[in-house]
T-cell receptor, first 114, second 112 residues
Framework: DAGITQSPRHKVTETGTPVTLRCHQT?????MYWYRQDPGHGLRLIHY???????DKGEVSDGYSVSRSKTEDFLLTLESATSSQTSVYFC?????????????FGEGSWLTVV | AQSVTQLGSHVSVSEGALVLLRCNYS??????LFWYVQYPNQGLQLLLK??????LVKGINGFEAEFKKSETSFHLTKPSAHMSDAAEYFC??????????FGQGTELSVKP
């Protein structure tokens, strides 16, 4: 299994509060990703990083920010959580950014916004 | 723009029966295609991927998929379903930056 640790694994938070999800990898992979999974939508990319301090937006980035100060850590922040951000969040990593490279996924973080 | 469509959000088969999960893609360039499996409350695990080396791709757990350019399809099959195959399956196409574009997912149920 890829060395990816997500924390927290489960969280319930109130609308309007900030939330940070952490992804930690031990593989020294350059690329890291945050996806969200919702029924009927599969997984959709929120943000990704192609190096330390190098990040870019994905398909559903509104309401989210990210930071990557070290190769091994990629943080996803919901500045002011809303009920529409209730979802399962997956961190993923890839050694290279080529189109055919395999992406490895973490175990997921279940977030409920009430 | 690239996209993936999985036909059927839920498929049910009997144990020992053929498993067929359908995936069609849209891509303006030769695609790289993936199948992932997700067991309950777990992350996604790579089953197999197509990278143009061979049209028939064999993966883990007895699964295989055939790339058909003329049909823009990459259907996943397994000759004989096991109870342990019950999971959600995702088809995806690779994009620049190593990103993946996923289909909606197909939940596979296996009846004893």
């Amino acid at each position: 299994d890829a060395g990816i640790t997500q924390s927290p694994r489960h969280k319930v938070t109130e609308t309007g509060t900030p939330v940070t999800l952490r992804c930690h990898q031990t593989e020294n992979h350059r690329y890291m990703y945050w996806y969200r999974q919702d029924p009927g939508h599969g997984l959709r990319l929120i943000h990704y990083s192609y190096g330390v301090k190098d990040t870019d937006k994905g398909e559903v980035s509104d309401g989210y920010s990210v930071s990557r100060s070290k190769t091994e850590d990629f943080l996803l922040t919901l500045e002011s959580a809303t009920s529409s951000q209730t979802s399962v969040y997956f961190c993923a990593i890839s050694e290279q950014g080529g189109v055919g490279n395999t992406i490895y996924f973490g175990e997921g973080s279940w977030l409920t916004v009430v | 723009a690239q996209s993936v469509t999985q036909l059927g959000s839920h498929v049910s088969v009997s144990e020992g029966a053929l498993v067929l999960l359908r995936c069609n893609y849209s891509s303006s360039v030769p695609p790289y295609l993936f199948w992932y499996v997700q067991y309950p409350n777990q992350g996604l695990q790579l089953l197999l991927k197509y990278t143009s080396a061979a049209t028939l791709v064999k993966g883990i757990n007895g699964f295989e998929a055939e790339f058909k350019k003329s049909e823009t399809s990459f259907h996943l099959t397994k000759p004989s379903a096991h109870m342990s195959d019950a999971a959600e399956y995702f088809c995806a196409v690779g994009n620049q930056g190593g990103k993946l574009i996923f289909g909606q997912g197909t939940e596979l149920s296996v009846k004893p």
